[in-house]
């Protein structure tokens, strides 16, 4: 703790260095921005094109003008079985009460499935629990869908010899290695940054979600569920019980450790199994398939969300599928230090000697002595955010307006950001000013100074929250999406 409060200084960023790829056509983009255009600022607002992009893929253009995908793709979809009698167990623990010291709060209290698996609507900044359901929480949970893919946290690029070596080795090979510039034109050099990525928890210190399942479960301040023992004599008396025997033998409950073991594990069978966690049932995903057109200001969106002089948004949200055709799931799950302001509805934030560091602290240890990732954290997918009454890791905004507007003026307006003091800004004040050196100023939209435009207009920003409605699961070509799309609560047995 001590660490944390009087932090060592921090060495200097890596360097990065600039990386361009192609997304869209130069006609597509072309054409696109001039006839979309029309529809939001006027025909006579519309920007300066040159002449010969209309003339580059005039077919490709013309589809994407109207809302259409020229180049559908066949997505390769999670399987949709029967669940397993593992996963079948493992659904009426997520949604048991019971296990929680108060006997009020469950894994579906903070992963709610209408709401993307995330909070539930209306929510604080942080959720309440404990014994009482009255003590905050850190950081909002972040959401426990689309998580099927997420790989082991690793320091550098995902290959056989990253995963051969070990924590420490990475670290000591990305000491001081350049880092390719992101944007949204070119993500290919950037999943081969030699960075954090990969992991589970806003700080990736869970590799697994069995040992996800375990962080709230025993956490005070969250389901607050005691000991192993509690938790095994607690579904030792539960109707799924005999469920236990019958999979885990009959003397599993001989054992404590092993109830609550295999309690686990079921959970993460359901969370892999249920097609709830995964649906790749948005409009978006029917476009890529060809099977869906977006409407013109939703194609805006999409291609202010991908402009690098815009939102950039891709950069870290990659939307394109993968080369083996699995769909995107809207993260490039990497860690990023993006210096959003304090949040003073955290009662930890009170103590103005505290600070949560991300992957060097204070949940988690092993980096602590890394001081070059303090600030760092998880990139979360966008699917189903418009759902989330929350955003960041501390909970600070509560809107996807707010978070736009910081995305389009912390560093050309950082008064409209940041609290002011002494007639001074206070910039990263939710940062040490040892580790601000590691916020990224250097990825667009955060490359402009004080006194700039902001990237993203007023329309562009109403443009692309329509654009991430389209990654709301549940869509149908003939109703809206409903509001609980998800599994719901097992029934009460008996």
């Not at 070596?165 to 050099?189: E, P």
């Not at 966690?277 to 890529?288: N, R």
């Not at 736009?404 to 000013?433: G, N, W």
């Amino acid at each position: 703790m001590a660490a944390l409060l009087n932090p060592p200084a921090a060495p200097a960023a890596p360097a990065r260095t600039p990386r361009r790829r192609r997304w869209l056509g130069a006609g597509a983009v072309a054409l696109l921005a001039a006839t979309l255009g029309g529809f939001a600022w006027g025909m006579h607002e519309q920007p300066s094109i040159p002449p010969i992009a209309w003339l580059l893929h005039p077919v490709d253009s013309f589809t994407y003008a109207l809302g259409g995908n020229p180049h559908p793709v066949a997505l390769h979809l999670p399987q949709n079985a029967p669940l397993s009698a593992v996963a079948q167990l493992g659904k009426q623990l997520f949604f048991d009460t019971a296990l929680s010291g108060s006997g009020k709060q469950s894994c579906a209290s903070c992963h709610d499935p209408a709401a993307g698996y995330g909070p539930p609507p209306g929510s604080g900044s942080v959720m309440l629990g404990g014994p009482a359901l009255q003590t905050a929480g850190f950081r909002p949970p972040p959401s426990l869908a689309y998580l099927y893919r997420q790989q082991n946290f690793s320091i550098g690029p995902d290959n056989d010899t990253n995963e051969n070596s070990n924590l420490t080795q990475l670290i000591q090979a990305a000491q001081g290695a350049a880092r390719a510039t992101k944007t949204a034109a070119s993500t290919a050099q950037t999943a081969q940054n030699l960075v954090p990525q990969g992991g589970l928890f806003w700080d990736g210190r869970a590799n697994t979600l069995q040992q996800q399942a375990a962080g709230p479960l025993f956490n005070p301040v969250e389901m607050d569920a005691g000991s192993p023992e509690r938790v095994a004599a607690i579904i030792a008396r539960q109707p799924y019980a005999k469920d236990f025997v019958q999979l885990f033998g009959p003397n599993v409950f001989d054992d404590p450790k092993q109830v609550t073991a295999e309690a686990l594990f079921a959970i993460a069978r359901y969370e892999v199994e249920d097609p709830s966690f995964h649906a790749f049932s948005s409009k978006f995903d029917a476009w890529l398939q060809g099977k869906a057109r977006l409407t013109p200001q939703q194609m805006r969106g999409y291609l202010a969300f991908n402009d690098v002089n815009k939102g950039d948004c891709a950069a870290c949200h990659l939307d394109r599928p993968t080369r083996d055709h699995l769909p995107p799931l809207f993260t490039d799950t990497q860690y990023e230090a993006l210096g959003v302001p304090r949040n003073p509805h955290i009662p930890a934030n009170a103590d103005p000697r505290y600070f949560d560091l991300g992957l060097c602290g204070p949940f988690r240890t092993d980096l602590k002595d890394q001081t070059q990732y303090c600030g760092m954290f998880l990139t979360p997918t966008l699917r189903n955010v418009t759902r989330r009454p929350v955003f960041f890791h501390n909970g600070v905004y509560h809107s996807l307006q707010q978070v736009l507007d910081f995305y389009a003026f912390r560093d050309v307006q950082p008064e409209r950001i940041y609290p002011t003091a002494d007639d001074r800004v206070r910039k990263f004040d939710d940062l040490p000013a040892a580790y601000r050196a590691n916020v990224d100023v250097t990825d667009p939209p955060f490359n402009r100074k004080p006194g700039e435009a902001p990237a993203m207009s007023a329309q562009d920003m109403r443009d692309i929250i329509a654009f991430l409605r389209t990654l709301n699961d549940g869509w149908t070509k003939r109703q809206a999406p409903t509001a609980r799309q998800a599994s719901t609560p097992p029934a009460p047995a008996g």
